[in-house]
């Protein structure tokens, strides 16, 4: 009940090209889903976030789609860019502040 | 980062010594977190806190301990290390309704 889902584990992607990142979650109580990015030798840092009245959000050139009866959500990155290599992790929140984090995605973008 | 700073930054131990890893901030945020990130596993929550000597445990708190004597400190003790909790150990901090903000990590090795 208390999982996120993440997939694929990792991904290569040519520069330009768009990253998607899938995961899914159980637990209907969540109400906030966020995205971290982490770079090597760094902690995660938030990078856009979602609550479930919405069904996608778009910063730049990333955008969150949020499927609230499939119980899903995905990061997409467009136009991918070698400084994007990182690992990208979902995560969802139940109350308390709390947030439940996926086993992360390793992305690498070729120059 | 910014408003948080964790202590040491590595630290090479042996096993069945008693480590204490310390997590400071200096923005009066309620929410104190202890994760542990191990590939394949991402992030897991250990312990976390809501306030002075408000504490609770996460997924994986056996064999870690927690203080939180001002609202800027939240220690975690080891107090028997083992070779299993060799990891990078992540304080986060969260004040309503902003998400989370980790610190640069303590990468202990338990020898």
């Known amino acids: 009940q208390q999982q996120v889902k993440q997939s694929p584990q990792s991904l290569i992607v040519q520069k330009g090209g768009i990253s998607i990142i899938n995961c899914a979650y159980e637990n209907t109580a969540f109400d906030y889903f966020p995205w971290y990015q982490q770079f090597p030798g760094k902690g995660p840092a938030l990078l856009i976030a979602?609550?479930?009245?919405?069904s996608e959000k778009k910063e730049g050139r990333f955008t969150i789609s949020f499927n609230k009866s499939a119980k899903q959500f995905s990061l997409h990155i467009m136009d991918s860019q070698p400084g994007d290599s990182a690992t990208y992790f979902c995560?969802?929140?139940?109350?308390?502040?709390?947030?439940?984090f996926g086993k992360g995605m390793k992305l690498t973008v070729n120059p | 980062d910014a408003g948080i700073t964790q202590s040491p930054r590595h630290k090479v131990t042996e096993t069945g010594t008693p480590v204490t890893l310390r997590c400071h901030q200096t923005e009066n945020h309620r929410y104190m977190y202890w994760y542990r990130q191990d590939p394949g596993h991402g992030l897991r929550l250990i312990h976390y806190?809501?306030?002075?000597?408000?504490?609770d445990k996460g997924e994986v708190s056996d064999g870690y301990s927690v203080s939180r004597s001002k609202t800027e400190d939240f220690l975690l003790t080891l107090e028997s290390a083992t070779s299993s909790q060799t990891s990078v150990y992540f304080c986060?901090?969260?004040?309503?309704?902003?998400?989370?903000?980790f610190g640069s990590g303590t990468r202990l090795t338990v020898v």
């Open positions: 986060a901090i969260s004040g309503q309704g902003f998400g989370y903000t």
């Open positions: 979602i609550r479930p009245d919405v």
């Open positions: 995560a969802a929140r139940v109350g308390s502040e709390k947030l439940v």
């Open positions: 806190s809501y306030g002075v000597k408000d504490t």
